[in-house]
């Protein structure tokens, strides 16, 4: 497939999405850009959410790395199921009842100032890194693919995304967004079905046939029984049901689009229904991936050094034009739900949580806007910059750096919401910002000499249960004796 045809697709696809702009974005104001002024549809939030969760990591990482870990990503993606179920249930009847712009809110409310500024600033840190991540991943196979034919450096190449989706986001926002991630979601899961169909069809396999073939590989292995393993089920299967409650439904970009639901029985609804195809579409996913290396193995094709690198290299040179074209939309599919909810969660979370518009009165509509385009532009700026230093440093599969990442910065934000909700205790509020510092730097410190200090164990995403936890009793340590919430 040549670049012009790829730069084709890549024009064609935003030309599309700019005019779904241009129709949901007209008379939009900071209610609509904020929280889509309640009115989204639940459905529609529950479609576009599966793309924006699934983003580049999974749409590329995925697939790869079931050469190095077979199917064991599956342990955490069920993991996940109870975690949306503790959202639905727990966290958003909170969210709706206090009639939150910024879930951070809560924690003004139930722990103090410090308390929520520190859940805040975490959640900007996580986002903004992770939200690079993500990009970095699709950006980087454009730029192998197109941009390097024609010598164009890698900063251009981040520098147009970032444009491209700092344009889009500007005004509508979230009432933008719930309708630009279900087109997203479309054109990426029809890259992934279409690749599927492809693959098997060059194997001659039907869909029996192809669910037989992966079954009698070793790829079909889903339960890792190794404590000492990072993907230990239980570490799995419990760290993806506390990554799914940190980095969904502590989220603010992911629970920003489901509070602009109209009604909480709704957005219940929305997380349900989402959090079940979800588990299918990963499957899916894995599917994929088993199959992308029994192909490279029938065709002689040597694997890439870098797992990220397995489904472009099969697409794009194996599979024909067509292929190849669903792909590359499938990938800018995955693109831009990488960070055009962050950029508008990120702006949302500054000017409520840190400029306080909700309660400023001396800004009009008109001030609070040009302010609000002005932290819009410069957390583009952001991402650009922390784009390109990953680029320096990367060293390994993205999907494992955006999850241990996510350990780090998620944690303080699950202890602090967790002693919140479970505790009737309130807390020396100044202290917590140290309380939530000193509990990654444990949690590094632990995971770093794991083996050393526990006979050969390795952390996985139960570090971000153990960071909570720590952060948890940090908390009860600096709490108040004696002084109780009333509820």
């Known amino acids: 497939m040549s670049s012009s045809l790829i730069l084709t697709c890549v024009l064609a696809y935003s030309a599309l999405l700019f005019f779904i702009v241009w129709l949901t974005s007209r008379n939009a104001n900071n209610e609509s850009f904020f929280i889509g002024n309640r009115s989204s549809r639940w459905y529609v939030v529950a479609y576009g959410m599966i793309g924006a969760s699934l983003s580049g990591v999974t749409f590329m990482s995925v697939p790869g790395d079931v050469g190095s870990r077979d199917f064991s990503y599956f342990q955490m993606v069920l993991g996940y199921l109870l975690g949306y179920g503790v959202i639905a249930f727990v966290l958003l009847p909170i969210y709706y009842k206090m009639n939150l712009t910024s879930i951070y809110g809560y924690l003004k409310t139930r722990l103090g100032v410090f308390s ?105 292995n889903w339960i890792e029984g190794n404590w000492r393993s990072r993907f230990f089920f239980p570490k799995d299967f419990f760290g993806g049901m506390f990554i799914a409650i940190a980095m969904t439904g502590l989220d603010q970009e992911m629970m920003q689009k ?75 599919s995955a693109a831009y739900p990488s960070a055009d909810g962050a950029l ?101 410190v632990l995971d770093t000499n794991s083996k050393l200090l526990f006979n050969g164990y390795q952390f996985g995403n139960e570090l971000l249960i153990l960071n909570g936890g720590i952060t948890f009793v940090g908390l009860w340590i600096i709490s108040k004796r004696n002084l109780h919430i009333i509820r």
């Open 344 to 444: 508008t969660a990120l702006t949302s979370s500054f000017c409520i949580d840190f400029l306080g518009f909700e309660n400023r009165k001396d800004l009009n509509e008109q001030r609070k806007v040009a302010l609000r385009q002005k932290v819009h532009l410069s957390f583009a700026l952001v991402l650009f910059i922390v784009i390109m230093l990953f680029y320096v440093i990367n060293n390994e599969a993205v999907v494992r750096q955006v999850f241990k990442f996510a350990t780090y910065t998620y944690g303080p934000l699950l202890g602090l919401f967790f002693f919140g909700i479970l505790t009737k205790k309130q807390v020396k509020d100044r202290f917590a910002p140290y309380v939530c510092l000193i509990a990654p730097v444990i949690c590094f």
């Open 116 to 220: 929520y500024k520190t859940g805040a600033l975490f959640f900007i840190l996580s986002r903004v890194v992770g939200a690079s991540f993500r990009l970095y991943i699709v950006v980087y196979v454009l730029q192998r693919f197109v941009f390097d034919a024609w010598n164009i450096p890698f900063w251009i190449t981040v520098l147009i995304f970032i444009v491209l989706i700092l344009t889009y986001t500007f005004k509508g926002g979230v009432k933008t967004i719930v309708w630009t991630d279900s087109l997203q979601t479309t054109f990426m899961l029809l890259s992934l079905g279409l690749s599927v169909i492809l693959i098997s069809k060059e194997m001659n396999l039907n869909f029996s046939g192809m669910i037989n073939a992966i079954s009698d590989t070793h790829y079909a």
């Open 258 to 332: 489901n509070i602009s639901v109209k009604t909480l029985g709704a957005s219940k609804k929305n997380i349900i229904v989402f959090s079940i195809v979800l588990v299918f579409i990963n499957l899916l996913f894995l599917f994929l991936g088993a199959l992308l290396y029994m192909y490279a193995q029938a065709k002689g094709i040597s694997f890439p050094k870098k797992t990220d690198d397995m489904f472009p290299t099969i697409v794009l040179h194996s599979l024909g034009t067509l292929s190849a074209i669903f792909f590359i939309i499938g990938l800018i």
